[in-house]
C-alpha cells in the first residue's frame, strides 16, 4: 500500500509562485506514470501535470508554460513549480501514483492518491 504524502501549499498572491512536493513511500515509480490533479469548489477534479519515467511531461492546457513536474527518484519525491499563478488556479491539489498515463487529454485515474494540499491565489 503506498502513501502519498503533499506539502507546499498556501496562500499566494496572483503572479506569484509555489513548489508543492509529494513524499511518495511504499510504491517505485516504474511502468506508469505519476501526476498532479486538482479539484476546485464546485467543479470536478482534473488532471494537469503527469510525468512518465522516461522525464517525458504531458500538461492540461491551462497550466502548460506555467507549472513545471519533476521528480527525484533518489528520494522518491514529485514536485510541482507553479509560477505566474493566477485565481483560476485555487484548488485542492493532489498528488497521484499508478497513474495510466494520459492520452488524447484522457485522464484517467490513478490506483493511489495523496491526501491534498490546498492552493489559494488572490487577486
Known amino acids: 500500500q503506498a502513501h502519498l504524502i503533499e506539502s507546499g501549499g498556501g496562500s499566494v498572491q496572483a503572479g506569484g509562485s509555489l513548489k508543492l512536493s509529494c513524499a511518495v513511500a511504499?510504491?517505485?515509480?516504474?511502468?506508469?506514470?505519476m501526476g498532479w490533479f486538482r479539484q476546485a469548489p464546485g467543479k470536478e477534479r482534473e488532471g494537469i501535470a503527469a510525468?512518465?519515467?522516461?522525464?517525458?511531461?504531458t500538461y492540461k492546457d491551462s497550466v502548460k508554460g506555467r507549472f513545471t513536474i519533476s521528480t527525484d527518484n533518489a528520494k522518491n519525491t514529485l514536485y510541482l513549480q507553479m509560477n505566474s499563478l493566477k485565481p483560476e488556479d485555487t484548488a485542492m491539489y493532489y498528488c497521484?501514483?499508478?497513474?495510466?498515463?494520459?492520452?488524447?487529454?484522457?485522464?484517467?485515474?490513478?490506483?493511489?492518491w495523496g491526501q491534498g494540499t490546498q492552493v489559494t491565489v488572490s487577486s
Open positions: 511504499g510504491y517505485s515509480f516504474s511502468g506508469y506514470c
Open positions: 497521484a501514483a499508478r497513474l495510466p498515463c494520459p492520452k488524447g487529454g484522457v485522464w484517467p485515474g490513478p490506483l493511489y
Open positions: 510525468i512518465k519515467t522516461d522525464n517525458t511531461t
